[in-house]
């Protein structure tokens, strides 16, 4: 007969609980591990690599004394989008809504304020039904 019934007659040891993530960083604790050789360091990659830099001409930007400025406009092609417009019989407004931008937009172009944007002027062109760039003029040479 087997009379052992729920008895386990294995071997428990009974040990103390880990320390705290707290208790291994202490100091004492560290230099005991560095004494000890149980601490291997090793240096990070790119360690102090993190810190945000500058663009790499910041300094020449401050350094010069020229003044720079976007390119605007010019009056040549403001009065041309006018006058495409008025042939058109077309408000700002209406312009606008037809290349699907606001109204602010083709008033700046046409008040010479905006900063060229190829896309916008692609889209004012093909609405107007004229070319505003390039004059016309055709690339490349004879064939």
Do not use: W
């Not at 360091?41 to 830099?53: D, E, I, V």
């Amino acid at each position: 007969m087997n009379m052992q019934g729920g008895q386990d007659f294995d071997t428990v040891i009974i040990r103390k609980k880990k320390p705290t993530s707290s208790q291994t960083r202490d100091s004492k604790n560290v230099n005991n591990a560095f004494r000890t050789g149980n601490v291997a360091t090793t240096t990070k990659f790119g360690a102090g690599g993190n810190s945000k830099g500058g663009p790499a001409n910041a300094t020449k930007l401050d350094n010069s004394d020229e003044a720079f400025a976007h390119a605007k406009v010019s009056t040549e092609l403001k009065k041309a989008i006018q006058q495409a417009r008025i042939a058109k019989k077309m408000t700002q407004a209406q312009l606008a809504q037809a290349i699907n931008e606001l109204p602010k937009v083709v008033q700046s172009y046409e008040n010479g304020k905006a900063i060229p944007n190829n896309q916008v002027l692609g889209k004012i062109e093909r609405a107007l039904g004229c070319k505003l760039r390039g004059g016309g003029k055709k690339k490349g040479g004879k064939k």
